[in-house]
């Protein structure tokens, strides 16, 4: 490998097991009423490390709910249910879109795979 690929090297990064964890969480409490907004803002921060790209923050569909129903700035205030259950829904959209959910592992792992092989053409 070139010294020029070994800049472009995938490195594994342990941040799925985390966000899945977040995520089994953040549906315990949900489903215990337990809405504090503590537990999105600690889903979104394992959520965003999984995005490639960009941030969770700047997705259109959580800009638009953050401007409609923004989080309280004290993580300890329970909100209303039907305020955290939409903001598992536009985090399920993101999951759904950035291919975390919803998709064939081999599918996305192919689409990775392509960019590791020197076609010979540069």
């Not at 009423?33 to 941030?55: H, I, Q, V």
């Not at 800009?63 to 300890?76: S, V």
């Not at 993101?94 to 053409?121: T, Y």
């Amino acid at each position: 490998m070139t010294e020029a690929h070994d800049s472009k090297a995938l490195l594994y990064k342990d941040t799925v097991q985390p966000m899945n964890q977040a995520y089994n969480e953040l549906l315990a409490f949900y489903s215990q009423g337990d809405t504090r907004a503590a537990y999105l803002k600690t889903f979104e921060l394992a959520l965003s490390l999984n995005c490639p790209n960009r941030m969770l923050w700047q997705f259109p569909e959580y800009k638009q709910l953050e401007a409609k129903a923004p989080l309280p700035k004290d993580p300890r205030i329970r909100i209303d249910p039907d305020q955290f259950y939409n903001y598992m829904m536009v985090y399920e959209q993101v999951m759904r879109e950035v291919g975390l959910i919803d998709k064939d592992p081999m599918e996305i792992q192919k689409v990775q795979m392509v960019g590791l092989f020197d076609m010979g053409d540069e």
